[in-house]
């Protein structure tokens, strides 16, 4: 299985209603300092709709300003039809919204 599909398993596996960031999937594929790669693959994605790339931010909750799939304006709103909200800055509350991998 190669990298890109790793990602897209554990991307996969991210509940309606809850984010995780690029750092926290590359931690959990034992790959602690892959989060750019997390986004070149989440960019390639394959399967939008089904593998929900939408539900991934930055370290500090923020949205992915060239989200591949319309810009940070679709994820916000395909994120808002889950029941997660950001500010006018596009920045989502981790305190709030962050998935813990235990919640699996």
């Given at each position: 299985m190669s990298f890109y599909d790793e990602?897209?398993?554990?991307?996969?596996?991210i509940?309606?209603?809850?984010v995780a960031t690029y750092g926290q999937i590359a931690?959990?594929?034992?790959s602690?300092?892959?989060s750019r790669a997390v986004g070149y693959a989440l960019h390639f994605n394959p399967?939008?709709?089904?593998?929900?790339?939408?539900?991934?931010?930055?370290?500090?909750?923020?949205?992915?300003?060239a989200f591949a799939f319309g810009g940070e304006e679709v994820q916000a709103q395909l994120l808002a039809e889950e029941g997660v909200f950001c500010d006018e800055n596009f920045?989502?509350?981790l305190s709030k919204y962050l998935w813990r991998e235990e919640e699996r």
């Open positions: 990602v897209y398993s554990v991307v996969r596996l509940p309606k209603g809850k931690k959990i594929l034992a602690p300092h892959a399967a939008p709709g089904i593998i929900p790339c939408h539900r991934v931010v930055n370290r500090f909750g923020r949205l992915a300003p920045i989502v509350d």
